[in-house]
Nanobody, 111 residues
Framework: VQLVESGGGLVQPGGSLRLSCAASGFPASRYVMKWVRQAPGKGPEWVSSISIDGYVKTYADSVKGRFTISRDNDKNTLYLQMNSLKSEDTALYYC?????RGQGTQVTVSA
């Protein structure tokens, strides 16, 4: 059972990144999936969730209008398109499905 995130990196303020989360070993298509982030010295912060069918998407106020969550159930993959990135978006981003979570991918927004 694995959730493996990728796509993080260093980006300048105002830039974009697309995160991916590949699921394997369990029927991810049957789960609501979400992105969570954790900044240094802070607790986990929920970022976004997506329904099983991909039609219902919810976002934290801090990312609404800038981030877009999506999923491809045929590929067992979850995505997070992040635009207009800010320094406060710097964090370890991880995906979760039920009680499962990945190790995360680091996003650093800095000039």
């Amino acid at each position: 059972v694995q959730l493996v995130e990728s796509g993080g990196g260093l980006v300048q303020p105002g830039g974009s990144l697309r995160l991916s989360c590949a699921a394997s070993g369990f029927p991810a298509s049957r789960y609501v999936m979400k992105w969570v982030r954790q900044a240094p010295g802070k607790g986990p912060e929920w970022v976004s969730s997506i329904s099983i069918d991909g039609y219902v998407k919810t976002y934290a106020d801090s990312v609404k209008g800038r981030f877009t969550i999506s999923r491809d159930n045929d590929k067992n993959t979850l995505y997070l398109q992040m635009n207009s990135l800010k320094s406060e978006d710097t964090a370890l981003y991880y995906c979760a499905a039920g009680s499962r979570r990945g190790q995360g991918t680091q996003v650093t927004v800095s000039a």
